[in-house]
T-cell receptor, first 111, second 116 residues
């Protein structure tokens, strides 16, 4: 099993749709979790951190389920500008904290 | 006011050559990273330095050698380049000590390396 797994997609949705991505991780000792967004030929940028209690930022909601070892990202009212690849990141504890990225889920929002 | 910068942005070179990529951050962060993103877009950590000390060294061929002259700079030198080294290399930094997990990473714009 890969350390961090994501459905690569692409998810092809119309504007205004609600779309959800999941990300599973294998290391139960993982400490922290993030969603990053990467546009084509650009660097990844933080979208949001994922807290145990779940958190929301505008149209975006992130959830963590430690028992089942997955995190999710929900995007409501999709915009054309949401088209990007969404990367799940899990920090696992080694000698230091090691960030492990998922392969990313591609989202295409069409008119 | 660039936060994390990398040079060069593009690098085209022949197999067998030696090349370096430079990274600088002006954020005052303690920890810096090198990542490789291959053609399948998989972003994989290679190295991490915390205040000039190597703290993460993943399974990377020893043709790759990082060097951190000070905590604001992390360079990557690659010897005897191979076709499989073609990828985008990203530098990143984070304020956490030893990559403390609660902090986000800030990425540079990437260096697109093509080995012919």
């Amino acid at each position: 099993r890969k350390e961090v797994e994501q459905d690569p997609g692409p998810f092809n949705v119309p504007e205004g749709a609600t779309v959800a991505f999941n990300c599973t991780y294998s290391n139960s000792a993982s400490q922290s979790f993030f969603w990053y967004r990467q546009d084509c030929r650009k660097e990844p940028k933080l979208l949001m951190s994922v807290y145990s209690s779940g958190n929301e930022d505008g149209r975006f909601t992130a959830q963590l389920n430690r028992a089942s070892q997955y995190i999710s990202l929900l995007i409501r009212d999709s915009k054309l500008s949401d088209s990007a690849t969404y990367l799940c990141v899990v920090n696992k504890k080694g000698g230091s904290y090691i960030p492990t990225f998922g392969r990313g889920t591609s989202l295409i929002v069409h008119p | 006011d660039t936060a994390v910068s990398q040079t060069p942005k593009y690098l085209v070179t022949q197999m067998g050559n030696d090349k370096s990529i430079k990274c600088e951050q002006n954020l005052g962060h303690d920890t810096m990273y090198w990542y490789k993103q291959d053609s399948k877009k998989f972003l994989k950590i290679m190295f991490s330095y915390n205040n000039k000390e190597l703290i993460i060294n993943e399974t990377v061929p020893n043709r790759f050698s990082p060097k951190s002259p000070d905590k604001a700079h992390l360079n990557l030198h690659i010897n005897s380049l191979e076709l499989g080294d073609s990828a985008v290399y990203f530098c990143a930094s984070t304020p956490g000590m030893k990559g403390a997990p609660q902090y986000e990473q800030y990425f540079g714009p990437g260096t697109r390396l093509t080995v012919t």
